[in-house]
C-alpha cells in the first residue's frame, strides 16, 4: 500500500505522527536503527522486535554488490530475506559512492566506481539506484543525490545542489509503482539560502517525503541547527521530514524541536563495538577501572535485559576479556535508549511539554555532550571555552622512556606513546622522513591527503605539520585526517604543563588547542581535521581518499580489531592509486593482514633498534619488499596471521598470500 502520514500532535514545532506503510505503522518522531547489510550489527531481528523498533535502514550501495539484486528478485526482497516484517527505509548508494573520491568518476550520467567485492566496474545511476531499491522492495526509497561535504567550496556545494535537484526528477520518474514511497534530498551544504532554494524546489514535486542531507560531516552543531531549520520551515508539513545519518541523543532531541520526524544512525551500534554506552545521564566507557567493581547496572533508570541482567562490573570484565557477548550486550541497550527516548519524546509532545521535557533530558547528560562549556571537536564553534583543556589526569600522564624523551603513558591501556626514542624523534624519523613527505609536498599540484590513524598526543601529526609549515614556496598543501577515540592524551599535551613537558613550540600548541576547540585547524600550507570514534566507522565520512597513512593505533595486544584484514581491506578502499602507509609494527600478523587486504608489504626503516614496516598500493611499491624467503618463514610461524582469519580459513589465506603479485615477481 502506498505511504501515508498523518500528523496527531504538535508542540511548537515538535511533531508527533503516524507513518502507514504495507508493512505496519511507524510512530513519530522515529529512530531508525541501521541494517547496512541487512542485519543490525550484532542483533537478530527477534531482538529488534523485542526492542520495539518499528522501521531500519538497509544500505542500498552494500547490498547492490552482495547479494545484487537479481539475487534479492528471486529471494523475495529485503523483508523476506532478512525475516523482518516491519518497515525497511533503503538509502540510495549516494553517501558511500561519494565517499570514494578519487575512486569513482561523476558526470551527468551517474557514478562509475569500482566494486570493492571484486573490483569490476559499476555505473551508479538514478535509475539503476531505483531498479536496486525496488528489486529491494523497501518501504521507503531515496533519490540518488550528490553529497559533498558541508566544508566544500561554494561552487562545488552548489554544481551539487543543482545535479541533486536534476537526479531527483530522474529518481522520481524511475519509479514504477507508488507502493514504494519515495523521499527526495534536500542538499546545499552551509549555505542557507541554498538550503532553502533546495527544499523550495523539491517540495514542488510529488515526492512522499523529503530528507535533509550533507550534514554532520565538518559542520558545527550551531551550523547543523541553522541549516535545519532553512530546510525544515519550508518543506510540506502534510510529509515526513527525514535527518539523515544524525546523530547523538542531543541532536535527535534538538532537530525533534525543529519539526523533524526520522532519524538514523550507525553510533548505536558502533560505539557498543567499542565498549560505549548511552545512558540517561551520558555515555559511558565500560573498559575504564572504575567499573572494574561496579555493582550497579549501566542506567538504573533503563529497563532493558542488560541493565535488568548485568553490572558494569560484568560488562567491564567481558570487556577486558574481549569476549563477543560485550558488543551485543551494549547494542541491545543502546538501541533500547535511543528507543525509548523517542517514545519518551512522542508523549511530551502530544502532553504539549516537549520543551521541558528537551531541557530535563539534556540537562541530565553528561556535560561533553550538550553543556556549551565543554569543548566538542567539530560540534560546537560557537562556545566560549577555556584556553586550557581538561586534563583527564587519571589515565594519561607524561612520563620519561629509557632514552631519557618525554612520551605518554595512557595507564588504562598500559603502554606508552612512541617508547622508543621517545614522542617527538620517533614520529619524525619513523612517519615523516621514512615516508618522504618533505619531497612528497615539494612536488606541488594537488593537495596531500594524509590519515592520521591513531592520533594520541599529536606527536606524528605535529611532525608533518611543522614538515609542511617548512616547505618550500609552490608546495603542494597537506589534508591531514586525525583519527582518535579519546582525546584525553591530546588534552594533556596541549596543556601549559604538558606542552612545556613534551617540548612543544607555540605554535604546536595553537595548532592543538585550535584543534581542540573546532575540531579543525586551518593554515595556509596546511588544513588538520579531527575524526572522533573508530577509525573504520569515521572513514566513510572522508571526503577525499589518502595518498599516505600513518598507522598508528595502540598495538595488536590492546586493539586488536584495527590491525586485522578487515581493517586493512576498509582502510585500502579509502586509500587513492599508489598510496602508501606506514606503522611500527613488523608482526607477522600484522604483515600478512596488510597483504591479504591487497597491498604491497616490505620492511621499514629502522628506528632506534627496531624495524619498521612500510605498505603500499600499486603502481607504488615498498623500497625493501618482503621476499619468499619472508613466505617460507611464514608458513612455519606460529603466529602468522591476523586475529580474523578462523582456524579453518588458514590454508585458504596462507595459499593466498602466496599467490600474492608481490611474491610472483620476487
Known sequence: MPLTFSIQATDGEARAGRITTGHGVIQTPAFMPVGTRASVTGLTVQELRELGAEMILGNTYHLALRPGPEAMRQLGGL?????????????????????????????????RFRSYVDGREHLLTPESSIAMQEALGSDVMMVLDVCPPSTAPAAEIEAAMQRTHRWALRSLAARRSDEQALFAIVQGGLSLPWRAQSAEFLAQHAFDGFAIG??????????????????AERLPADRPRYLMGVGTPPDILLAIAQGVDMFDCVLPTSLAFQGTAFTSAGRVRIARMEHRLADVPLDAECACATCRSHPR????????????????????????????????????????HYAAFLRATLA??????????????????????????AVPAARFEVVTTTSGAPAVLDREVGEVMHPGLGAAAEAEQLYVTQSRLAARL????????????????????????????????????????????????????????????????????????????????????????????????????????????????WSPRSNAELW???????????????????????????????????????????????????????????????????????????????????????????????????????
Not at 588547542?513 to 573546532?518: D, M, N, S
Not at 607504488?620 to 618463514?633: G, S, V, Y
Open 214 to 231: 550533507g550534514v554532520a560531516v565538518g559542520d558545527t552543531r550551531s551550523q547543523r541547527s541553522e541549516v535545519i531549520a532553512a530546510a
Open 442 to 553: 615539494a612536488e606541488g599540484g594537488a593537495p596531500l591527503v594524509l590519515f592520521d590513524v591513531g592520533l594520541g598526543a599529536a606527536a606524528n601529526a605535529l611532525a608533518a605539520l611543522r614538515c609542511a609549515r617548512e616547505a618550500s614556496a609552490g608546495a603542494c598543501r597537506l589534508l591531514m585526517f586525525s583519527f582518535e577515540r579519546d582525546l584525553g592524551a591530546l588534552a594533556l599535551a596541549a596543556s601549559a604543563d604538558g606542552a612545556a613537558r613534551l617540548q612543544w613550540s607555540a605554535a604546536d600548541r595553537a595548532a592543538a588547542l585550535e584543534l581542540l576547540e573546532h575540531g579543525v585547524c586551518d593554515e595556509p600550507r596546511f588544513r588538520w581535521q579531527l575524526l572522533t570514534g573508530c577509525v573504520l566507522d569515521a572513514l566513510a565520512s572522508v571526503p577525499q581518499p589518502a595518498d599516505l597513512v600513518f598507522w598508528d593505533p
Open 364 to 389: 541530565a547528560i553528561d556535560r561533553h555532550e550538550h553543556d556549551a562549556s565543554a569543548r566538542v571537536p567539530g560540534r560546537r564553534a560557537e562556545a566560549p571555552v577555556s584556553s586550557e583543556p
Open 79 to 111: 523483508h523476506r530475506f532478512m525475516g523482518w516484517e516491519r518497515g525497511i527505509l533503503t538509502d540510495s548508494g549516494g553517501f558511500q559512492i561519494f565517499s570514494l573520491a578519487q575512486d569513482r568518476v561523476v558526470t551527468e550520467a551517474g557514478a
Open 313 to 352: 562490573s560484568y560488562l567491564h570484565h567481558l570487556m577486558k576479556s574481549r569476549e563477543p557477548l560485550l558488543p551485543r550486550l551494549l547494542a541491545l541497550h543502546n538501541l533500547h535508549h535511543y528507543l525509548e527516548l523517542m517514545r519518551r519524546a512522542r508523549a511530551a509532545i502530544r502532553a504539549g
Open 564 to 666: 586485522t584484514a578487515r581493517a586493512f581491506a576498509t582502510l585500502r578502499a579509502h586509500c587513492a592509486p599508489g598510496a602508501e602507509l606506514f606503522t611500527y609494527s613488523r608482526a607477522t600478523a600484522v604483515r600478512s593482514a596488510l597483504l591479504l587486504a591487497g597491498f604491497d608489504v616490505g620492511a621499514g626503516a629502522v628506528v632506534g633498534t627496531k624495524e619498521t614496516t612500510a605498505a603500499a598500493l600499486a603502481p607504488a611499491r615498498p623500497a625493501q619488499p618482503l621476499d619468499r624467503r619472508w613466505l617460507a618463514r611464514l608458513q612455519r610461524s606460529s603466529a602468522a596471521l591476523p586475529s580474523d582469519i578462523a582456524a579453518a580459513e588458514v590454508p585458504a589465506a596462507l595459499a593466498r598470500i602466496a599467490a600474492h603479485p608481490q611474491f610472483g615477481s620476487a
